[in-house]
Each structure stands twice: as structure tokens, then as C-alpha cells.
């Protein structure tokens, strides 16, 4: 223990803050990637790539330390997880390294070639947005474990369910990215994304509508956790939770009224807290188990020394790499022009 909290409940909540910020930080630029297509043309695409390239790379560290810290921390949970996920996390690599090879070959092509790797990028995004949905989905919904071992299908992710999610993770990127857009761009480009901000507002709204409802049915826990029942509504439990989807409403209200034009980085930070909203109800759904209505975080855990050991590496490196990640977001802080490009 560390000032009387487990070390295996310190290990969860520093994998979860570390898959929030991917969630955040890779999710604008992978939500720039899915918006792709609907780019004007070859200049305004130029401007929204150019628009991610300083950090699009940096911001795939927190997948990274989401995933292996899982494996060092909940080496049971990772051996669990895998090979029931294993079709749309091998999908979302394969997605995010042939996005990476298109970022950098887009402008290095003959004019037929930067037609494949504009195609490829943009592909490459919605792959691996879609992936990380089926992944969340298939996670959700719960996994076929007896004894501490996955014993279902390879295709049991592949579920109504996890189709819904993975079409609301695609439309909370996109939201990301155009948020982000309203931030980073001026011009034609600006007053474009704009528009996309007000037009997914609704699509992330009825998505996280229908993705909720859904979860309640997933299992039983599920439901009375937030107070609910087939017959009758446990009215403490259902007013101390409701103000969570009260306030994701009106945030997205707050987007669908459009970005401040004095006030650009708004609608980015107000699509941030939307996610966190989301992220805490999951949680709140889910808790206490680190594997769906399976294993806790203590059941899955490294033992004691190990997980301080790690500790003791992650305490000084964490800060560092915030500090890091946050420089290189302050000096490619200014706006790109209608004439930005990436070489």
C-alpha cells in the first residue's frame, strides 16, 4: 500500500488517465484523418494535416503506456483480454502504422501516388478509430471467462453492441477533430469545421444516447447501478448519478451552438469533457472489475513488490512526459494559414 491505497487500485487509475489522454490527444488527430474526405480539396487537406503534424506522433506515447502497463501491472487482465480481442486490436495496429507510412509518404508521391496515401490516411484513420470502438465494445459487453481464462469464441466482440460503439467512438473523433480544427485552422477551412462542430454535436449527442441505454442492458449490475431496474427506480442511487448525463447534454448543446470565434480553443476543451463524462459513467458501470463482471484490479494484478518497483519508475516519468507533452503543445500553439502544408 502507499498512504493506505492499494497498489493495484494506483496502478488502475494511472492506466485509465493514461487511455483518457490517447483517448484526447490521438482522437483529434485521428478525428482530422476520418474528416478527410470531406476536404474541399488537395490545399485544405494540406491545411488539416499540417494542422496535427508537430504532435500526431507524440500523442500515440499514452496508447503505448495504456497497453504496457496493463501487461506489467495486470498481467492476468492482459492475458485475459487478448486473446479475446485479439481480431480488432491486431486491425487497429495494422490501421494506425499503414495511417503512419501515409502521413509521411502523402507529399513524397507522383500526383497518382498522393491519391493512394490521401485515401490511405483517411482510411487508415476510420480503420483504427472503428477498431478502438469494437475493441471498447467487446470489452464492455463483458468476456466469456471461467476461471481466470478466456474461453469463448475469437469472434464474440463481434456483436450489435460493438458495432453501435464503434460507430460512436468514429463520431466522437470526428467531433475531436473538428473541434480541433475550429482551434488550429483560419480561413475557409475555420468557418468549414465550424459546421462540422454543430453537425456532429448531434451525432455524438444521439450516440452516447443510444450507446448508454444499451450498456444498461449488457448486465444486470449494470442497470442497478444507476438505480434502475425491470420494474421500479431506485430514486437516491438514480439522483446522485443523473447529473452525469444531464451535463454531457448540455456540453453538447454548448457545441452545437457553434464555436466562439473569440474563443477557440473552447469547443476543443467542452468535446474533452464530453469524453471524460463518458469515461466516468463507463467506469462508474464497470466498477469494480478491471475485466467485465469477471476480475477486480487486485484479483489481476502483479504481486506487491513488482507493482512498487514500477511505481517507483512511473512516478518521476509521468510527470516528465506531461511536462514534455504540454512544451510541445505551447510552441505549436499558433494557428495554421490557408497555405500551410507538411513536408
Not at 488527430?29 to 485544405?44: M, T
Request: glycine share 10%; net charge positive; aromatic share 14%.
Amino acid at each position: 500500500m502507499v498512504f493506505g491505497i492499494e497498489l493495484s487500485l494506483i496502478w488502475a487509475v494511472l492506466i485509465a488517465v493514461a487511455v483518457f489522454l490517447y483517448v484526447a490527444l490521438d482522437g483529434f488527430d485521428l478525428g482530422v484523418g476520418i474528416l478527410f474526405p470531406f476536404a474541399r480539396d488537395k490545399n485544405e487537406r494540406d491545411q488539416m494535416q499540417a494542422a496535427i503534424a508537430p504532435v500526431w506522433d507524440g500523442n500515440e506515447t499514452w496508447l503505448v503506456l495504456g497497453g504496457g502497463g496493463l501487461f506489467a501491472a495486470f498481467p492476468k487482465a492482459y492475458a485475459t483480454v487478448m486473446p479475446a480481442l485479439y481480431g480488432p486490436i491486431t486491425l487497429m495496429l495494422l490501421a494506425l502504422i499503414f495511417r503512419g507510412v501515409a502521413f509521411e509518404f502523402r507529399h513524397h508521391g507522383r500526383a497518382r501516388g498522393a491519391r493512394f496515401w490521401t485515401a490511405a490516411f483517411a482510411g487508415g484513420s476510420i480503420v483504427a478509430a472503428g477498431a478502438q470502438g469494437l475493441v471498447l465494445g467487446g470489452f464492455v459487453q463483458g468476456l466469456a471467462v471461467r476461471d481466470g481464462v478466456f474461453v469463448g469464441g475469437p469472434l464474440d466482440w463481434l456483436t450489435p453492441f460493438s458495432l453501435l460503439v464503434a460507430g460512436a467512438v468514429m463520431a466522437g473523433y470526428a467531433l475531436l477533430g473538428a473541434c480541433w480544427l475550429v482551434f488550429k485552422t483560419q480561413g475557409d477551412l475555420f468557418e468549414r469545421a465550424r459546421g462540422w462542430v454543430k453537425q456532429l454535436a448531434v451525432v455524438v449527442a444521439l450516440s452516447m444516447g443510444a450507446v448508454s441505454l444499451a450498456t444498461l442492458n449488457v448486465d444486470p449490475r449494470v442497470t442497478a447501478r444507476w438505480g434502475l431496474t425491470m420494474t421500479s427506480v431506485d430514486w437516491p442511487a438514480f439522483l446522485r448519478l443523473a447529473p452525469l448525463p444531464l451535463l454531457a447534454g448540455a456540453l453538447c448543446f454548448l457545441l452545437w451552438r457553434g464555436a466562439d470565434t473569440r474563443r477557440h480553443l473552447q469547443p476543443y476543451l467542452y468535446a474533452v469533457a464530453l469524453f471524460a463524462i463518458g469515461f466516468l459513467g463507463l467506469a462508474i458501470s464497470l466498477w469494480p472489475y478491471i475485466v467485465p463482471f469477471a476480475m477486480t484490479p487486485a484479483q489481476a494484478a502483479a504481486a506487491d513488490n513488482a507493482l512498487a518497483l514500477m511505481l517507483w519508475g512511473a512516478a518521476p516519468m509521468l510527470p516528465i512526459i506531461l511536462a514534455y507533452t504540454a512544451w510541445v503543445y505551447w510552441v505549436f500553439r499558433a494557428k495554421v494559414g490557408a497555405d500551410a502544408t507538411y513536408h
